[in-house]
């Protein structure tokens, strides 16, 4: 609906001016930050974006001006004077519109204050007081907006993100989607991680050893790691109220905590992600339960909790609420609904929900001016294809593609929302299906999930040009790990090395493909592997997750002790922590709920501050302060298989899974569990280490495919083989180059009931698989995602074919599995989704 206007990417904050004359948004990344600004002064209203420089240009004198990050806090006190949180300087700036012109700085680090990280922001021009969350701190600042003291600081609760004045200005109200607050190893070093971490995480989290401590070793001797403590403390998923009556010293009134308590069957925090305030009543977003706490603003009684239900899927959560912005005229609360890409509308008199508007893509915030509603979305229209079926776009880097988008329209009449509400449950998929879904096979009883990295469909599969079920969606050229595959970066090296003869990087995955099935349309939900591992074990990314996976490295994790949401901030490390836990949990929750026995090889190792260096094996990790996995997966975890460690070869991820299978499965005739999970990640890439046996940043992947046809030749000579399916996918897609979309990645199934040399057709995801491995194993559904979601069982058919796999050989001028091996030098690999790293893979190619 409405007009739309183009920002950075990730936007998370808007302020609007008082004079209605200026729309701005905070576009918090990833990779690049900026400020966009809206003027309505004149037709056609003007766009002008503020960029922050890149962190690429350090090296450039810094002046006054600079900034290098924004993160979602703006607030204006004057028409054309405006606040900016810049983020991880830690810093506010003030700046001038239209010309974006410094007016002045507001600096948190101060006195024995460090490592600070600017939040959200709210002005009381009256009081001239500028109030800023520190997200490292837990605490509010308070500084003097004419002279730029720092007048006070107060603790928070855990993990501040949003707030929102009362409006006679006497209140302020944050919440805290934070639950514990992590602490790092007694004796950790940063710098010697390797003797001073933990190679496996602590604990899981719920249990006995995560709430009260418990000794582990460490390469110099046993540690004590503290507990978490309980995760329903006061200060956890809570909204804090603060008199700021004299705002020089603002006192803690109370903590309310919103949603449903932590416990049995809430498996993770209510992550009150968005606050509003009226007159009557303070509204807090639960993000995680799908629903809206009231609280009464004289008594700060809970005077309701507004569910947010989709019909006939009522037990289902991904509404996703997050902003809030409460109208006074209509008395209407509006809801940005990010999972449903729709704005929510509950009417304050009967505190109930009127409908929904279809917004763009995760709309994050909204602001209202004389009944003209702003929607922020922090996704905006996608991205669309980053190459043609010539080869890529001059500028290929997904990242580089990204942009969020402004929504502009008036607030439509309480007569049209039916209308409206009718299209987002349309748009969702949300209408019961008219015809049941196909049969599976009944007689697969076992699932296994491999996970690979980074990948698009076109830069594999693009060169498959038929399939027996008819034409393949791809574009040759881009086959760069094709059949007849090149190196770009290293194309006079390898061309001087073997001639003009063409090389196929990925046999494997072409003979599985026309062995068994595959997809042409088939995407990944995210954008990098922070989203896509999130995806991927069923667990949509709430306003946490996707507010610091936008912020990227410009919210890095410290090894700082008195900084404790620095211990949080996971950069690009991916995995399921605390705070991402939702409702229903992830797929290892409902595995659990269900019964359903599994084992898991590499994937939850991603966790906040891991150290992922040279000579770390098994697990190709370390880490320094007491983060949790979640309990099943801890359980359940082989001790022996690492994560990501692009140190490590792929090829010891296939043998070390063969081993483990071998030796607690089949020598002892123990059942295999139902479910296995794999993350076999060096598809990645690196930079080429010659000495390791890795000449070209190709030879990662031709590791990789010569890995997966191990696995499957293994598990197809296995006496469980009979009763498989085995499904393969990328994290996400921003490695590559695709002409149809930058989200097209790599499917494949492995069966003896796959289709053989079948390419699906049908609009799928990563729900797709999880809605697909749910049926098959007779589990209902997780999210609303995977329930509404398009399965996979085109690909199946009733007439199996047992024959085995046999492992075809790479070509050996690119890999040679047996001359693999770690560095030797201290030199690590780089880290998942290290944006440097691969926007120069991407202008090399």
């Known amino acids: 609906m409405g007009r739309h206007f183009a920002t950075g990417p990730g936007p998370f904050g808007i302020a609007l001016s008082p004079d209605g004359r200026y729309a701005v948004t905070a576009d918090g990344g990833p990779n690049r930050y900026s400020i966009t600004v809206l003027d309505r002064n004149s037709e056609p209203w003007q766009v002008r974006h503020i960029t922050a420089k890149r962190k690429s240009d350090r090296d450039e004198p810094e002046e006054p001006d600079d900034f290098y990050s924004v993160f979602l806090g703006l607030a204006f006190d004057r028409d054309r004077r405006l606040y900016v949180s810049e983020g991880n300087s830690g810093k506010v700036r003030r700046i001038m519109l239209p010309t974006g012109k410094l007016d002045r700085i507001f600096e948190l680090n101060q006195g024995t204050w460090r490592d600070s990280y600017s939040g959200d922001i ?59 607050q992590y602490q790092v190893l007694a004796g950790a070093d940063a710098g010697n991680a390797r003797e001073t971490g933990l190679d496996f995480p602590a604990f899981g989290f719920p249990s006995d050893a995560a709430r009260d401590g418990v000794r582990r070793q460490t390469a110099r001797g046993a540690v004590d790691v503290p507990g978490l403590g309980d995760p329903n403390v006061p200060e956890s998923n809570s909204l804090c109220v603060f008199d700021v009556s004299n705002s020089a010293r603002p006192k803690v009134v109370k903590f309310i905590r919103t949603g449903e308590p932590f416990g049995a069957h809430v498996l993770g925090g209510s992550s009150p992600s968005g606050v509003a305030a009226s007159a009557r009543a303070i509204y807090v977003s639960n993000a995680n339960q799908d629903s809206v706490t009231i609280i009464d603003a004289e008594t700060l009684a809970i005077r ?12 289902l959560r991904g509404v996703l609420p997050i902003g809030l912005t409460f109208e006074e005229a209509s008395g209407w609360l509006l809801i940005a609904e990010a999972g449903i890409n729709a704005i929510g509308v509950i009417d304050s008199k009967s505190d109930q929900l009127l409908g929904h508007l279809p917004a763009a893509w995760f709309p994050t915030a909204t602001a209202i001016h004389e009944g003209t509603l702003y929607i922020v979305n922090a996704k905006g229209h996608g991205t669309g294809p980053n190459g043609s079926k010539a080869g890529p776009l001059p500028e290929s880097f997904q990242a580089d593609f990204r942009q969020g988008a402004l929504s502009v329209l008036p607030l439509p009449a309480a007569d049209e929302l039916r209308r409206l509400t009718s299209r987002v449950m349309a748009n969702n998929g949300f209408a019961p299906q008219k015809t049941p879904p196909r049969e599976l096979p009944k007689e697969i009883e076992h699932v296994v999930v491999i996970v690979k990295e980074n990948r698009t469909f076109d830069e594999v599969f693009g060169d498959v040009d038929e399939a027996s079920n008819g034409p393949v969606t791809g574009a040759p050229e881009l086959a760069r790990f094709g059949r007849r595959g090149w190196v770009s970066q290293d194309r006079a090296a390898l061309l001087g090395r073997l001639g003009r003869r063409m090389i196929s990087v990925t046999p494997n995955h072409h003979l599985m493909a026309r062995r068994w099935a595959s997809s042409d349309n088939f995407y990944a939900d995210s954008e990098v592997s922070v989203d896509g591992h999130h995806w991927i074990v069923g667990s949509y990314p709430n306003a946490w997750v996707e507010s610091t996976r936008m912020a990227g490295g410009q919210k890095d994790f410290r090894l700082n002790p008195d900084a404790p949401g620095r211990l949080q901030f996971p950069q690009s490390n991916s995995s399921v922590h605390p705070e991402d836990q939702l409702e229903a949990g992830a797929l290892w929750h409902h595995l659990e709920r269900h019964n359903i026995r599994f084992r898991n090889f590499g994937e939850g190792f991603e966790l906040s501050g891991v150290d992922e260096g040279e000579g770390l094996k098994p697990t190709g990790a370390r880490y320094l302060t007491n983060v949790p996995m979640p309990e099943p997966l801890y359980q359940n975890t082989s001790r022996d298989y690492p994560g990501f460690n692009m140190n490590i070869p792929d090829q010891f991820r296939a043998q070390a899974f063969i081993d483990e ?54 598990l197809s000579n296995s006496p469980w083989w009979k009763k498989m399916a085995v499904f393969v996918t990328e994290d996400d897609a921003q490695g590559g180059v695709d002409h149809v ?37 007779d589990m209902s559904p997780l999210n609303l995602f995977d329930a509404t979601a398009a399965d996979l069982s085109d690909l199946f058919t009733s007439e199996p074919d047992f024959a085995p796999y046999k492992v075809q050989p790479v070509d050996a001028d690119i890999f040679v599995p047996s001359q693999a091996r770690e560095p030797k030098d201290p030199k690590t690999g780089p880290k998942m989704d290290d944006p440097e790293f691969l926007r120069e893979q991407h202008r090399r190619n």
């Open 122 to 180: 709210a002005v009381d021009d009256g009081a001239k007081v500028l109030y800023v969350l520190d997200q490292a701190h837990f605490r509010l600042a308070v500084f003097d907006t004419r002279s730029g003291k720092l007048l006070a600081n107060v603790q928070t609760g855990r993990m501040p993100f949003k707030m929102a004045l009362s409006p006679d200005r006497r209140r302020l109200y944050v919440t805290n989607v934070g639950m514990f």
């Open 661 to 714: 299978i071998d030796t607690l499965y089949a020598k002892t005739g123990r059942p295999l569990p139902q479910f296995v999970f794999i993350h076999l990640p060096n598809d990645h890439m690196a930079k080429a280490r010659p000495v390791d046996g890795y000449p070209f940043q190709a030879s990662y992947v031709a590791d990789n495919d010569y890995a997966l046809g191990r696995i499957i030749e293994y």
């Open 741 to 777: 979309d930058s989200h097209r990645t790599v499917f494949l199934l492995a069966s003896p009931y796959a289709k053989r040399d079948y390419v699906s057709h049908v609009n799928a995801s990563f729900p797709a698989i999880l809605k697909t491995v749910f049926r098959l194993l």
């Open 304 to 315: 309701a909790t507004v569910p947010l239900r989709i019909p006939e899927l009522e037990h």
